[in-house]
């Protein structure tokens, strides 16, 4: 479509309506923007959850309606159209890129669920109760905004992690709504994640995860890119990288020791591999992590 607006977080027209954008992580409160261009097509997933009002607006071609305690998840590739807010529509909405969602929350098997749930059917209906608890998350959110540190953003991804964890069990009992079947393509998918979360230490091979599936490694990184919008290696070291962060940051144990429970062949290539993906050593890593707790105690 030549009218199509592509919304992209980083726009300078969203910072016009946003409390809060960083190109990653966006909190607002109103949609009007919405109303003012014909056809939107979102590059970020939305979140939405209309406090007041009503609202209309067409996904996909598909018309939607929501009320107060609705709940709109809305991922990236939709096309929206004729969005159509009464006077007294009020809403908090929380918009986060996908690399963000990515980082902060990989893939998870209730995750993956709700992903094609919201592709079926983007609404859903909320009790009061739930509702409050969604305000809750977008005020504390909110504050924290508004008091600048060396360690807002590390408060705030850890914030977002336990709201995606608190809407995704609130949201599971709609789980038992008709999910369309997966693809085998999505069945293999899924297979090689839930493999991969189970995995201790994290194989960084594909290969060892494709023998595991009974497929080729090339069949798996296809997979991948088609269903999970990466390849196979990128995804693996997704996991990786969090195991790592999480050693560094928790345990006492030596870097040494934590490059072998990790299955690394020796500490030098531990090193290499962390500031590949940290931009930092593992000793100053560790540094970092405990001076931003400090920090945080104080």
Partial sequence: MDNTVKAKLEDSVLNDITLYNNGSLAFFDHL?????????????????IVLAG???IT??????????????????????????????????????SPQY??????????????????EKNPTARLSPEETAVFC??????????????????????????AFVYDMEYILSRVLQADI??????????KRFIDLLDSTSPKRRDVGYYAARLNITPKYLTAICRETGDANASTII????????????????STIKEIANDLDFPNISFFG???RKHFGLSPRQLREKFRKEKQIMLT
């Fill in 101 to 118: 969602i990515m980082k902060i929350f990989p893939l998870t098997e209730n995750n993956w669920n709700l992903k094609f749930l919201f």
């Fill in 136 to 161: 809750q998350y977008y005020d504390l959110l909110c504050s924290k905004i508004h008091l600048p540190s060396t360690v807002q953003s590390r408060v705030i991804d850890t914030l977002m992690q």
């Fill in 237 to 252: 070291n997704r996991y990786i990288v969090r195991d790592i962060e999480t050693r560094l940051r928790h345990s006492s």
């Fill in 272 to 274: 290499k591999y962390v």
């Fill in 54 to 56: 009503r609202a209309g």
């Fill in 180 to 189: 369309r079947p997966f693809t085998s393509a999505e069945q293999l998918f």
């Fill in 32 to 48: 009007n923007v919405l109303q003012t261009v014909d056809v939107v097509e979102t590059e970020f997933y939305a979140v939405v």
């Fill in 59 to 96: 996904i996909n071609n598909v018309h939607y309606e929501a009320r107060a305690d609705d709940i709109f998840i809305c991922p990236p590739k939709n096309i929206l159209e004729n969005c159509m807010l009464s006077v007294d529509f009020r809403c908090h909405c929380i918009a986060m």
